[in-house]
């Protein structure tokens, strides 16, 4: 069974930084493109990053020049580095992945979401 586990959200103010992580477990034979979305209250979940397995970034136009996306495919792992956070950022941010996992065609994981909250 494959799980993501996400972590790093929090409560902080205007201008601040926060790390997001999340981390794919179980018997995974490949992993493709990782990703993050969010979802504000009242407001349909969107992309907010998301990355291949060779390393091709894309963002919202809403998060460019102040969030980076990464991975470490060593460690089935990815981040979300939010940098001048807004209160509009505030939402849930869920990761995602498309894994192949052992006897199992490729599929879409989600995350359980992480609360991310800007504000003074």
């Known amino acids: 069974q494959v799980q993501l586990v996400g972590s790093g959200g929090g409560l902080v103010q205007p201008g601040g930084s926060l790390r997001l992580s999340c981390a794919a477990s179980?018997?995974?034979?490949?992993?493709?493109?990782m990703g993050w979305y969010r979802q504000a209250p009242g407001k349909e979940r969107e992309l907010v990053a998301s990355?291949?397995?060779?390393?091709?970034?894309n963002y919202a136009d809403s998060v460019k020049g102040r969030f980076t996306i990464s991975r470490d495919n060593a460690k089935n792992t990815v981040y979300l580095q939010m940098n001048s956070l807004k209160p509009e950022d505030t939402a849930v941010y869920y990761c995602?992945?498309?894994?192949?996992?052992?006897?199992?065609?490729?599929?879409?994981?989600w995350g359980e979401g992480t609360l991310v909250t800007v504000s003074s």
């Open positions: 990355i291949t397995g060779a390393g091709s970034t």
């Open positions: 995602n992945a498309d894994i192949k996992a052992a006897y199992r065609y490729d599929m879409t994981y």
């Open positions: 179980g018997s995974i034979v490949s992993i493709n493109v």
